[in-house]
């Protein structure tokens, strides 16, 4: 089934509701408020089920879109069409002053901050006196097309669902994209992200700004539906209750956003009808009611209707391989002719009073395997760390091809060509194995959000792809391209891993225990990988605990132990050196 059929045929659905004879006009107002929840509620899939940042603010950004519209028509007679584009930027900006100060927390406090600002920025729609203090705008003009004016619910309903349509199809296109899969990294974590070059501070305030300008709109179309505005649609009860619907719905999907605006609105609606008929008028019971009925539908779907909908319906999705006859151009390469490609100069990292790096030296050639060993604890995903920039240095120099890269960021270290894999995996669990391995050609893409959003990034997209897949064929994982990376084994998740390290076009692999719950078979496969890998021209570094494995591989080994190189030699010199046998090999044997 075509990818957009499903969306075409909601659209004509849509489109025939208010003709249907006998409609009560009732239906028709609910489905404008639905309308008008889910276009805030998209913002939050993005901002919230997408990229993990948990705002409970977004009432208030609908605020400045409603009050922005209510000021310019009222007070200045501008046409609501010329106020649009105003109170979308007035969002757009209110969520960069904001989204720079928010984003940077982590943990609790995002959330805690949205809070915050949600209820300090009611106050100030309360008090100031241009915005009407408490009674707010009145004689908010309606909207009109030439003589039409959308003064009726069943009017600006078209005007409300063309934009919920047009912001959904905007938003899917966004997440199918290489800026999309960068957002989508961002819920597990900066590293990963940013060791592939993502920028995630500006991601996070990306998909900030978006989910604003949606609240935005849904503020304008508000402030014209109803004709006058007040604080108190934008407090914080409503920035609590569009997080409801956005987790309700399904909070990861964009379809979600809608589901749910459906499902809180009819609810309430249904609940505040007919909970006074069957409890005699007693209290406001449909507030309870609604609490626990919200409660038990999450019970039942944990992850929001919509995705427990679609596991029910047989519908197979779309996937189709990428073309690999596309390329990517190569990136630069280093010198062919033998030489050091990594210098590590007495790196030091101190954690408190911990040395987990003492005063370590060593190189990796070119066209060379390196293993760095030795027991837990001895610093050697600590020198990882070092290298590729997760970590800031206490000491020494490290350098790429002599260029010095100590406490450069992971956006810097990668675009010299190295590049990692994690001990501990981090993939989106998810997302496809192709979307989590095209993340690794991220900076080989320059299609941006605008331009993924009007789906103008297809050409840069399909090479992206291209070189995901050829990655992914390399290591011998094209039956598993498209499952989703978190269905597959830990040991084969590692290798999703390099392939996605190999879409950088490396000239320096990173390789944290890659063997690691790989059956023999596998292991023997990935060793023979990585010799192709080295004779054609790469160089890795792997830290690695399957000392037959090493030993097999290796072209040299560096030994660590608390910290301190205790030796470095080719496999043969390292197995009868008796510092290593009593301080690693010994205990590995
Ligand atoms: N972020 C941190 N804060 C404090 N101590 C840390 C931190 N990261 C590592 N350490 C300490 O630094 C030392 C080296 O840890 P590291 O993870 O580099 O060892 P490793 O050789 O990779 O061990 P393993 O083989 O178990 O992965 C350990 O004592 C560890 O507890």
């Known amino acids: 089934m075509p990818q957009r ?18 409609m009560p006009p009732f239906w028709i107002v609910l489905l404008d408020n639905i309308g008008l929840s ?51 930027i007035v969002s757009g900006l209110a969520a960069v002053v904001l989204g720079l100060i928010t984003v940077r927390l982590s943990g609790h406090y995002l959330p805690l901050g949205t809070i915050a600002w949600g209820i300090g920025l009611f ?48 938003t899917m296109n966004l997440l199918d994209s290489r800026t999309g899969r960068a957002i989508r990294a961002l819920r597990r974590g900066h590293i990963a992200a940013e060791a592939f070059g993502v920028q995630t501070p500006r991601a996070k305030l990306l998909v900030f700004i978006y989910a604003a300008v949606l609240a935005g ?37 964009v379809w979600g956003g809608v589901l749910g605006a459906a499902i809180v609105v009819i609810l309430k609606e249904i609940l505040q009808s007919y909970l006074p008929y069957v409890f005699h008028g007693e209290g406001q019971l449909e507030t309870i009611v609604f609490g626990i009925l919200l409660v038990t539908l999450l019970q039942i779907a944990p992850t929001g209707v919509w995705p427990w909908l679609m596991a029910r319906i047989p519908l197979k999705p779309n996937r189709r391989r990428p073309d690999t006859s596309l390329t990517l151009p190569a990136r630069p390469r280093a010198a062919e002719t033998p030489g050091v490609l990594l210098q590590i100069d007495h790196a030091r990292k101190q954690f408190g009073g911990v040395v987990a790096v003492n005063d370590v030296s060593f190189d990796v050639q070119t066209r060379e395997i390196v293993a760095l060993i030795g027991p837990n604890g001895a610093g050697k995903s600590t020198t990882f760390n070092l290298v590729t920039g997760v970590l800031t240095s206490s000491g020494g120099r490290i350098s790429v091809l002599g260029k010095n890269i100590n406490n450069a960021p992971p ?120 010799r192709q890998l080295r004779d054609g021209g790469m160089s890795v570094l792997l830290v690695e605990h399957d000392m037959g494995f090493v030993m097999d591989l290796a072209d040299r080994i560096v030994v660590l132990d608390f910290g301190t190189k205790i030796a470095e030699g080719t496999p043969a010199a390292i197995k009868t ?5 009593k301080a690693y090999l010994g205990a590995v044997a």
């Open 411 to 530: 956006q810097e270290v990668v675009k010299l060509g190295v590049a990692r894999t994690f001990q501990h995996v981090k993939l989106v669990p998810d997302m496809s194995v192709l979307e989590n391995v095209a993340i690794g050609a991220h900076l080989r893409g320059h299609a941006g959000a605008v331009a993924s959003m009007l789906r103008l990034d297809r050409a840069d997209e399909a090479k992206l792809l291209a070189e995901a897949a050829r990655q992914i064929e390399r290591v011998g994982l094209s039956e598993q391209i498209n499952q989703l990376a978190g269905s597959l084994s830990l040991g084969q998740q590692r290798i999703v891993e390099i392939a996605r390290a190999l879409c950088v076009d490396p000239m320096l692999l990173l390789l944290d225990e890659p063997a690691a719950g790989l059956r023999h078979m596998e292991k023997q496969q990935l060793a023979a990988l990585l």
């Open 38 to 88: 889910a276009l805030v509620a998209m913002g939050l899939v993005l901002l919230t089920g997408v990229g993990g940042l948990t705002s409970f603010g977004q009432a208030a950004f609908c605020g400045f879109g409603a009050y922005t519209t209510a000021v310019l028509t009222t007070a200045y007679g501008l046409s609501p069409w010329l106020a649009l584009p105003l109170s979308l």
């Open 123 to 170: 106050y100030l729609f309360s008090k100031l006196e241009f915005l009407g203090r408490n009674d707010g705008i009145s004689g908010v003009p309606p909207l009109s097309i030439g003589s039409l004016k959308m003064i009726d619910p069943g009017t600006i309903y078209f005007a409300i669902w063309i934009a919920v349509l047009v912001s959904a199809l905007l």
């Open 577 to 581: 050196n008796p510092d290593v046998i």
């Open 217 to 253: 709109l849904s503020g304008w179309l508000y402030a014209h539906f109803e004709r006058a505005v007040n604080p108190t649609p934008f407090g914080a009860q409503a920035g609590i209750e569009y997080l409801f619907v956005a987790v309700v719905g399904g909070a990861g999907y």
């Open 5 to 22: 059929l499903p969306i075409m045929l909601f659209a004509l659905v849509m489109a025939v509701i208010p003709f249907i004879p006998g």
